[in-house]
């Protein structure tokens, strides 16, 4: 069933690939994404037994694609056009106006892409470290590393359809620094945790430290993001501002997660050293 499902994904990138490829914005970065897309879904399709083993290797176009969606800047382009415009020096300048795809066909399709490429690479991941026994927290830290992904580099400020300039917020250096911090100790006890041949590892309680610094972060708006209009007509539509909506619903699930499988840590903790409810007595009663 999961390589089943696996091959239908693949397919659908495949899909989502081609208003991507058909884009008037293409960049080195994204034709080499959506090449090894294709190639993958062959890849999956072909050896069918082993597909969900292999969608591991979706990380590798979603990492490529999705930096590539991150820093891009705006889908239109400035051009000058015939006619001047008053400046607010009351000196004649050339008219400028935004020119390019103003569809929804690329920017919704080249995130959808991303999204779907990480789902496939989260179930092979899930597959790879998959051990006899409970999973619960096993599956809870590869969750918990695909989620942290998008959060170690801010988007790019970028122009939207409006004409509005959309960027993060500036925030203290100590918030930056606890975020990075947590960042890391995501990564770090995952990898112990999936590392560990034990069925409820109890070092999963040392999520508790990156749970508490990206708690904390989020309270003083790490993910915030601002916009200054030229003419623009309003807030940015969803399309401009999904980058931020991006970090800010995977740091919120990602510290649900990580509460979660501290809880499930500290438990596995406790019953080992919790000490025995009966006192063994020997025959004699000594």
């Known amino acids: ?38 190639a993958l879904a062959v890849l999956v399709s072909v050896r069918h037994a082993s597909a969900a083993r292999l969608a591991g290797w979706f990380a590798v176009p979603a990492l490529v694609l999705g930096w ?30 935004l020119s390019g795809d103003p569809g929804l066909s690329v920017p919704l399709a080249f995130p959808a892409l991303v999204g779907v490429l990480w789902l496939l690479a989260t179930v092979g991941l899930l597959t790879v470290t998959r051990r006899p026994g ?56 995952g990898a112990a945790v999936v590392a560990t041949p034990e069925p409820r590892p109890a070092r999963a309680a040392t999520y508790a430290l990156p749970a508490l610094g990206l708690t904390w972060t989020s309270v003083q708006g790490a993910l915030a993001y601002g916009y200054a209009g030229f003419g623009a007509t309003g807030a940015p539509g969803l399309s401009d501002a999904l980058p931020w909506v991006v970090v800010t619903v995977a740091q919120a699930l990602l510290v649900g997660v990580l509460w979660v499988v501290t809880a499930l840590g500290a438990r596995a903790l406790f019953t080992r050293y919790r000490p025995p409810d009966v006192v063994p007595v020997s025959p004699s009663g000594r």
Do not use: H, K
């Open 1 to 38: 069933m999961r390589n089943t499902l696996v091959v239908a994904g693949a397919l659908v990138a495949v899909a989502l690939c081609v208003p991507v490829a058909l884009g008037s914005e293409r960049t080195g970065a994204q034709v080499v994404g959506v090449a090894a897309v294709v």
């Open 68 to 97: 590539s969606w991150w820093r891009q800047t705006s889908w239109f382009v400035y051009s000058v056009v015939a006619g001047t415009s008053v400046g607010p020096d009351l000196s004649a300048a050339p008219a400028v106006e």
């Open 134 to 189: 409970p999973s619960a927290t096993r599956t809870l830290a590869v969750v918990a590393a695909v989620l942290n992904v998008p959060l170690w580099i801010a988007p790019a400020a970028r122009m939207t359809t409006s004409g509005a300039a959309i960027s993060s917020l500036a925030v203290p250096r100590e918030v930056v620094a606890a975020q990075l911090c947590s960042l890391v100790l995501v990564v770090v006890v």
